[in-house]
């Protein structure tokens, strides 16, 4: 593309507003400048956006396929596959997102991750292991033989396949979760609560340990817990009224209504939750059934 690229005359959409009509000047993939109106300069790749809003790249922090293909296929042709899918939608930046299976179907995957870098198109920001530690109550659409609690010979071989782990979802309240969430704060690798039925206190708890993060706020994780007479917060709750916890939102318009998300930036602001997509396999498919995870997943109709 060479050192310099302009964009012409676009709508240029920034954190304040949207700036009508203006051009961006790029000096060696940075961004040098933002000017008004559809400049002319010499020497200097220019692409015109007229008419068109110009976006920084979306970065995806939830993401376990697309274009028929999902990271537990775990080949190096899959992945690109994915990734050459999502970048056409302007995503710049994604985690790569496993499923609850067996431990060497997840032990493939990561292998996978770990070869395919570094590849043309959206870049492999790392992976976000989900599952298998869940509340089998809480499981959503993971394969439910694979849900299981953790243990030190099952997890630390796949922390220790690769430097590529970032994040990593799991049921802050069964046996076990604990040591996991300090073994994965001590790797400075991100712990988040998600696929539970945790109450308030036993996220407190967690987040003394080194709990950051809660995945897909509202969907597959508890509210407000009723025992007797009393009540407790669950997850919803404490994802909204711990400012440790950043969180993500899928805002697919499927998901979730309009009011929940209101309430979700409210609550978190923008600057501790993220927009993610939680796209699987059927991502720009035609309609039909998908299977969630690897082609022997739990199926799930698009």
């Known amino acids: 593309m060479g ?14 507003k949207i700036l009508r009509d203006h051009s961006i000047v790029i000096e060696n993939d940075k961004i040098v400048g933002i000017i008004p109106g559809k ?15 110009v976006s920084p790249g979306f970065i995806d922090l939830h993401l376990h396929g697309g274009n028929g293909s999902d ?16 970048t056409q939608g302007g995503t710049t930046g994604l985690l790569a997102t496993t499923a609850s ?21 959206a870049k492999l920001l790392g992976i976000h292991i989900e599952g298998p530690y869940f509340n089998h109550g809480k499981r959503g659409c993971h394969l439910a033989s694979a849900i299981r609690n953790p243990q030190p ?7 220790e396949a690769t430097d590529l782990i970032r994040l990593m979802t ?16 001590r790797r400075d690798i991100v712990a988040s609560c998600g696929h539970t039925n945790a109450s308030y206190r036993q996220i407190r708890k967690a987040c003394e340990l080194g709990l950051q ?8 994780m508890s509210g407000v817990i009723k025992n007797g007479p009393q009540r407790e917060g669950g997850v919803i709750e404490s994802t909204l009224l711990i400012d440790q916890l950043t969180t993500e939102v899928i805002a697919d318009g499927q998901h979730l209504p309009p009011e929940l998300l209101k ?29 969630f995870g690897s082609k022997n997943g739990t199926k799930s109709v698009v």
């Open 3 to 16: 050192s310099r690229l302009l964009i012409k005359g676009g709508d240029v959409i920034t954190p304040k």
């Open 39 to 53: 400049i002319t300069i010499d020497d200097c790749q220019s692409i015109s956006a007229d008419g068109l809003y």
């Open 71 to 86: 990271f537990m296929d775990a080949t190096v042709e899959d992945i690109q596959k994915i990734i050459r899918y999502h």
């Open 101 to 121: 299976e067996s431990h060497q179907n997840i032990m493939d995957a990561i292998q996978a991750l770990d070869q395919a870098r570094p590849m043309a198109g």
């Open 153 to 159: 010979e099952d997890y630390l071989p796949m922390l």
């Open 170 to 185: 799991l049921a802050p309240e069964i046996d076990g979760a604990d040591q996991l969430i300090s073994e994965l704060s």
């Open 213 to 220: 993060h809660s995945t897909h706020l509202y969907c597959a």
């Open 263 to 291: 309430l979700a930036v409210k609550c978190k602001g923008p600057d501790r939750l993220a927009v993610v997509t939680d796209a699987q396999r059927g991502a720009g498919m035609p309609d039909g059934i998908y299977a």
